[in-house]
């Protein structure tokens, strides 16, 4: 199997986020992706899984989530309930018993890709009890004693959006990237694949606003690549061909989606002028 990555048609790849791929690949060790809200961190396993022609597992970390809960989680409640109309048998644990993300991973035939999401959301002691889990490439489902070992090391891409500090034992054992938002000329490629029958007027402007809206320092959020695309998409169906940037920006709220951030753009672009001093 290919170990070089090249993005695909649709996900639009630096040549640093390739590397970092390629070199997740050659080592076999997790991609730890970190960036700001709408880079493209999750799209980048789908692209990885599309480019590598490899299945897709996606695990989505919740403040609760256990690495344990990724290699399996057996039903107890279900068998009780079974047990109590005596319509089920309930002597097969086996049927009580669901593999996780991680788990089916590693009772795969074939390799996957497997997308670790928001890891920072978990608690403290989840990234080195992962790190534990994938070092190891086996569990053993104790209810069963069954053991699944894994016959092919998963391709994993764990996404960060810095909310916390991560261990230090993790990181070394990752291989880091961080993504950098889209300068303009990448972007104007980006929206190409999203919209490849848009004006270059439009475009342009679209642009040229778009980061003259990220540029403003007083935003809580700025607008992300994902946004851009959608406002783009509005414009494009309600048959808008120029744009200007002041208070009546049409459909500003698929870009701005604070209170206070629309506020800070009346203020800046108000009336068609920009705030002085």
């Known amino acids: ?17 390739r590397s970092a791929v390629d070199c997740a690949l050659v080592l076999q060790r997790p991609l730890l992706v970190k960036g700001e809200p709408g880079t493209g961190k999750t799209l980048l396993a789908e692209a ?21 809960d990724g290699l399996y989680t057996y039903d ?9 109309f005596n319509d089920h048998d309930v002597r097969d644990i086996a049927k009580y018993i669901k ?23 978990a608690d403290l002691e989840f990234p080195n009890d992962l790190l ?3 070092d190891r ?28 500090d991560l261990p230090d034992a993790f990181l070394r054992r990752c291989v880091f990237h961080f993504i950098d938002f889209p ?38 959020k700025r607008p992300s690549t994902s946004e851009l695309v959608d406002w783009i998409a509005a414009l494009k169906a309600a048959g808008i061909t120029t744009l200007k940037l002041d208070e009546n920006l049409p459909f500003i709220g698929a870009l701005l989606k604070r209170e206070q951030d629309l506020l800070a753009m009346a203020e800046t672009f108000g009336g068609g002028k920009r705030a002085r001093g």
């Open 1 to 17: 199997m290919s170990t070089r990555f090249k993005g695909t048609e649709s996900y639009l790849t630096s040549e640093s986020l």
């Open 48 to 68: 990885v899984s599309k480019a590598l022609n490899l299945p897709l597992l996606t695990w989505h970390v919740k403040s609760t989530t256990r690495a344990q």
């Open 76 to 84: 107890a409640v279900q068998r009780l309930h079974d047990s109590r």
């Open 99 to 121: 593999l996780g993300p991680l788990g089916e991973s590693f009772a795969a035939a074939e390799r996957k890709v497997l997308l670790i999401d928001e890891i920072d959301k």
């Open 132 to 134: 534990h889990e994938l």
């Open 137 to 164: 490439m086996r569990f053993r489902i104790i209810e069963t004693d069954r053991e699944i070992v894994a016959k092919e090391r998963p391709v994993v891409i764990i996404t960060s959006n810095n909310e916390k």
């Open 183 to 220: 300068d303009q000329e990448l972007m104007k490629r980006i929206v190409a694949v999203h919209h490849p029958n848009l004006s270059e007027k439009l475009a342009e402007q679209a642009l040229s606003i778009f980061y003259e809206l990220r540029a403003l320092s007083r935003l809580r």
